[in-house]
């Protein structure tokens, strides 16, 4: 198996990390680096659990190689909290319930804070047309969709 | 147990320098290695074990792939490494082609379309490529580099059947240009999938349309269809109708009408046959009805 070293900003701490060249961004960060708050879920690009901002955007990091990634800036939702003190999307989502049993929090999260940083006012449908692409089997979005809302507003 | 969550199979990334070196390593490598941008589709395919390769070749830095310019003399020219949300929100493409925006963000989700690209849509051939048809209907034309240099090859020559092309061994496409489109041209693209957003299409229809002396009608309209026959195509015979008779409610319909007979569907996991042509007619009809209601008013 060829490897492959690689150096990359995550979550603002420059790594260097060896992988396999077949690695995914995703096995990257729970295997290698153990941040393990990225979700690997359909491993397709359907479900969004592993969404992770690389170079500022969302992406699928289980669509992406690790290989690919030399010199990218990551942010997985470990990095979202700063200080021990919640970003305003995690803290507005946790307060209006759109956590239940959390697998897509991590995706959602980093859509969310994405959606922020382009259009700091969404409306309601802007906010579902964001996580089109990260799939909630248990909220039914509408607390969720509350939450980034009032994020919006902090 | 099998295990859900299979890693991508054993494979070599390679990231070539140059577009000589590019071609010729998967010259050389002709049928072990593929070009890859998003990989967004190969990827899925490479895990589910139903494309199998040695090396990946990653064009991504490879020269004119990012470029996304708009020339109001050549058009548009989009590189084959330049994701879908780039091509949506660029302030050309919303000014010049409306359609073309509109069709990029039907596809899959938000952070998808961060990989995705347009020439990859192109270069899968999937007969349900979303951004295919309106493409076509704009007259692209692939720029390729390939072992002899570069070639152009217009989109409408483009496929050979469901993941065929006319690509040779070491093609890399290295960008799409669309000219600038015709004076007045309203285009939409139109999406039957099983859910509003996100889902693969079960139909597609792009439609454009624009004022033509030169036509009996007194304008040309141009349709593509996806997701109905083993490759996105035009539909001739339907285009025809609209621009020998004089456009009204009835001629619709029956462009329509001739557009459902066109296609040549399957019934899959999305949608029967059946289904797949009434939905043609529906909304061929509809898109049809779009683009007309804009260019009459």
């Known amino acids: 198996m060829a490897y492959q070293r690689i150096t990359l900003t995550v979550n ?62 990551i942010v997985t939702v470990e990095g ?35 959606l922020l940083e382009r259009n700091p006012n969404p409306s309601d449908d802007e906010i579902r047309q964001a ?24 | 147990m099998i295990n859900p969550h299979p ?18 390593f998967l010259a050389e490598h002709n049928g072990t290695a593929k070009p890859f941008s998003g990989g967004t589709d190969c990827f899925v395919r490479l895990r589910d074990g139903v494309l199998k390769v040695d090396y990946l070749v990653d064009i991504k830095g490879l020269d004119g792939t990012k470029e996304l310019s708009f020339d109001p003399k050549k058009g548009l020219t989009i590189g084959a490494a330049v994701p879908m949300n780039k091509v949506a929100t660029n302030k050309d493409v919303i000014a010049h082609y409306p359609n073309l925006a509109m069709a990029a963000n039907s596809v899959a989700s938000y952070q998808l379309r961060n990989r995705a690209t347009i020439i990859g849509n192109i270069c899968n051939a999937s007969p349900a490529g979303d951004t295919i048809g309106t493409c076509m209907v704009l007259d692209g034309v692939l720029n390729v580099h390939g072992t002899d ?17 006319v690509l040779k061994p070491g093609d890399v496409v290295v960008s799409i240009t669309l000219p600038v489109p015709p004076a007045g041209m309203v285009g939409v693209y139109k999406k039957l999938g099983r859910n509003t957003i996100g889902d693969l299409s079960i139909v597609g229809v792009a439609v454009l349309g624009y004022p033509n002396q030169k036509s009996p009608s007194g304008y040309t309209f141009r349709i593509a269809l996806a997701s109905v026959a083993p490759v996105p195509f035009e539909a001739l015979k339907a285009e025809a109708v609209l621009s020998e008779k004089k456009i009204t409610e009835e001629t619709i319909a029956q462009a329509a009408d001739i557009a459902m007979e066109s296609v040549t569907p399957i019934d899959d996991v999305r949608g029967s046959a059946r289904y797949r042509k009434l939905m043609v007619r529906n909304l061929t009809r509809e898109a049809i009805t779009e683009v007309w209601n804009q260019l009459s008013k």
Do not use: H, W
Not at chain 1, 91 to 110: R, S
Not at chain 1, 145 to 154: D, P, R
Not at chain 2, 7 to 24: D, I
């Open chain 1, 12 to 73: 603002d701490l420059t790594e260097t990390v060896d992988v396999p060249q077949n690695m995914t961004l995703l096995q990257m960060l729970r295997q290698k680096l153990s941040l393990t708050g990225t979700k690997n879920g359909c491993s397709a690009g359907e479900c969004g659990a592993c969404t992770v901002l690389m170079n500022g955007e969302p992406v699928n990091s289980c669509m992406v190689l690790a290989a690919e990634c030399e010199g990218a800036t």
């Open chain 1, 80 to 114: 979202l909290a700063k200080n021990g003190k919640l970003s305003k999307v995690q803290e507005a989502v946790a307060k209006a319930g759109g956590v239940q049993c959390g697998f897509c929090t991590p995706g959602m999260m980093i859509s969310a804070t994405a």
């Open chain 1, 131 to 154: 996580i089109v692409g990260n799939l909630c089997r248990c909220t039914g979005y509408f607390r969720i969709v509350n939450g980034i809302k009032e994020a919006a507003k902090m």
């Open chain 2, 7 to 24: 890693g991508l199979p054993e494979l070599e990334y390679v990231k070539p320098a140059t577009l000589v070196e590019a071609s010729q």
């Open chain 2, 149 to 165: 240099g570069f070639r152009q090859i217009p989109l409408n020559s483009f496929f050979l059947g469901p993941g065929r092309t």
